[in-house]
Antibody, heavy 118, light 106 residues
Framework: EVQLVESGGGLVQPGGSLRLSCAAS????????MHWVRQAPGKGLEWVSR????????NYADSVTGRFTISRDNAKSTLYLQMNSLRAEDTALYYC???????????WGQGTLVTVSS | SYELTQPPSVSVSPGQTATITCSGE??????AFWYQQKPGQSPVVVIY???KRPSGIPERISGSNSGNTATLTISGTQAMDEADYYC?????????FGGGTKLTVL
């Protein structure tokens, strides 16, 4: 069974940093591109970033470029999102998502909540 | 930057047809995807590549994409279809989501 379990969320002050993790299981993690998608409380979905299988290709939304870094450890089947210079508008539930190819995604985690507040 | 526009809400009576639109410049030249999200749950793809249904998605859910508009159609709408629906497309290696449409089954 495919499982994506996010962790690392919490309360952080504006300007602070946080690293999210997504532990993958039930599939060959190293064979799949992966994404982070976020959803502010009561709001819509916002794509954050994606990474290819060997970390050579990464893409970011304009809203996080220069502040967030996506990475992965295929040996540990884990996806990461390093978030720096956090702002109140980064407050959201962050989902880890598996890419299916062809622009499609299939499995989503349950998300980890990040709250940026003083 | 590329934008996708959806109506904030759509209402439909049980058994009737619900239509949710997603507008974007030359959207027909991109693949459109649709996600369903119920309260407290993660999104689930219901349509991919304009009109394809993943396994397990009922045939009464269909999609199309022409011109500047992608359309999600739910025929014979049921109470279980009440949810938020998001369209998605790719633009220059980034993913764009529409603002979402709340479907209410009255």
């Amino acid at each position: 069974e495919v499982q994506l379990v996010e962790s690392g969320g919490g309360l952080v002050q504006p300007g602070g940093s946080l690293r999210l993790s997504c532990a993958a299981s039930g599939f060959t993690f190293s064979s799949y591109w992966m994404h982070w998608v976020r959803q502010a409380p009561g709001k819509g979905l916002e794509w954050v970033s994606r990474i290819n299988t060997d970390e050579r290709i990464t893409n970011y939304a304009d809203s996080v470029t220069g502040r967030f870094t996506i990475s992965r450890d295929n040996a540990k089947s884990t996806l990461y999102l390093q978030m720096n210079s956090l702002r109140a508008e980064d407050t959201a539930l962050y989902y880890c998502v598996r890419d299916l190819g062809g622009g499609d995604t299939d499995y989503w985690g349950q998300g980890t909540l990040v709250t940026v507040s003083s | 930057s590329y934008e996708l526009t959806q109506p904030p809400s759509v209402s439909v009576s049980p058994g009737q047809t619900a239509t949710i639109t997603c507008s974007g410049e030359n959207l027909e030249n991109k693949n459109a995807f649709w996600y369903q999200q119920k309260p407290g749950q993660s999104p689930v793809v219901v349509i991919y590549q304009d009109s394809k249904r993943p396994s397990g998605i009922p045939e009464r859910i269909s999609g199309s994409n022409s011109g500047n508009t992608a359309t999600l159609t739910i025929s014979g709408t049921q109470a279980m279809d009440e949810a938020d629906y998001y369209c998605k497309a790719w633009d220059r290696s980034t993913v764009i989501f529409g603002g979402g449409t709340k479907l209410t089954v009255l």
